[in-house]
């Protein structure tokens, strides 16, 4: 299974001016360490709570069809998921037959829609399946996450880089934003 980002989000879901006025950072002159710090903890955040904050497009892909993907589906790697691109399957030459028309997103996972025949995936063939995954634009992603964003940047800040463990508050946000996956 491997997850790989086509488009990436517009920008981030933490703002400079935000995050310097949480740091309590008057001046310009550590704006570029501030920018780094934002990546790096969303990259972090996103990480550990398997969501994309800011609206992105991925592509899913498997050397193999899921288990479970007739019934409760495959699990798509990041969400919240907002909308199915496409799926294809595509063969040792790389040659994609698209059938999209077959499946459906219903909770976060790819699955088969009801009376559909799952397609043969050829050797050395694999499953792509390209989506849309996350709240929004910047200002649509939620306080909480927001609030583990800014979190997350102080800490690395205060430290010069950022710990093995999430801190406990943000251990905190993410615990209780991570759905049980059945």
Do not use: C
């Not at 989000?9 to 001016?17: F, Y």
């Not at 799926?87 to 996972?109: H, K, N, Q, S, Y």
């Amino acid at each position: 299974m491997t997850l790989t980002v086509i488009t990436p989000p517009d920008g981030e879901a933490l703002s400079l001016d935000a995050a310097k006025d949480y740091l309590r950072i008057g001046t310009d002159g550590e704006d570029a360490l501030v920018t780094a710090l934002i990546a790096a903890a969303r990259a972090r955040l996103e990480a550990a709570s398997g969501l994309a904050l800011v609206t992105r497009v991925l592509k899913q892909s498997w050397e193999g069809w899921p288990g479970d993907v007739t019934r409760r589906g495959a699990w798509l790697g990041a969400g919240p998921v907002t909308g199915l691109v496409s799926v294809a399957v595509v063969d040792a030459a790389e040659a994609a037959e698209l059938v999209t028309g077959r499946f459906r997103v219903r909770a976060g996972r790819l699955v088969l829609r009801p009376w559909m025949a799952l397609p043969v995936v050829p050797e050395g063939g694999r499953i792509e399946a390209v989506f849309e995954a996350g709240y929004g634009a910047a200002g649509d992603v939620p306080e909480d996450l927001v609030l583990a964003l800014k979190l997350l940047v102080l800490e690395a800040y205060r430290r010069g880089s950022a710990g093995s463990d999430l801190p406990d508050e943000v251990d905190a946000i993410v615990s209780a934003r991570r759905g049980v996956k059945l």
